[in-house]
């Protein structure tokens, strides 16, 4: 179990930061920010592979956790910047 966990966590989290960068980078206007657009995307990973982990039987491909959570984080900004409007002024 704890092996699954070392190898699983980085991963999520590399997913998590690689699409909360993405997402700065591409989508500026209406977002919060890098770093809460940075939290909600490691919450949104962290949340894509837990329930991943939670549904396999077996024991998910290191490769197959980042997209997990790359998708995941993705997917909590997406809706974030859907859902919510931005605290952001035009300026």
């Known amino acids: 179990m704890s092996e699954i966990l070392v190898q699983m966590l980085p991963l999520l989290v ?4 690689t699409a909360a960068w993405l997402a700065e980078a591409v989508l500026r206007a ?7 657009d940075t939290l909600l995307g490691l919450t ?6 837990a329930a991943v982990w939670a549904v396999t039987a077996r024991d998910p491909a290191m490769t197959t956790m980042f997209l997990v ?3 995941g984080a993705g997917l909590a ?3 974030q910047r859907g859902l919510w409007r931005s605290a952001r002024l035009a300026t």
């Open 30 to 36: 209406g977002g919060y920010g890098f770093i809460p």
């Open 14 to 17: 590399l997913g998590g930061l």
């Open 69 to 71: 959570g790359s998708v």
């Open 77 to 79: 900004i997406v809706a």
């Open 44 to 49: 949104g990973s962290m949340m894509a592979g």
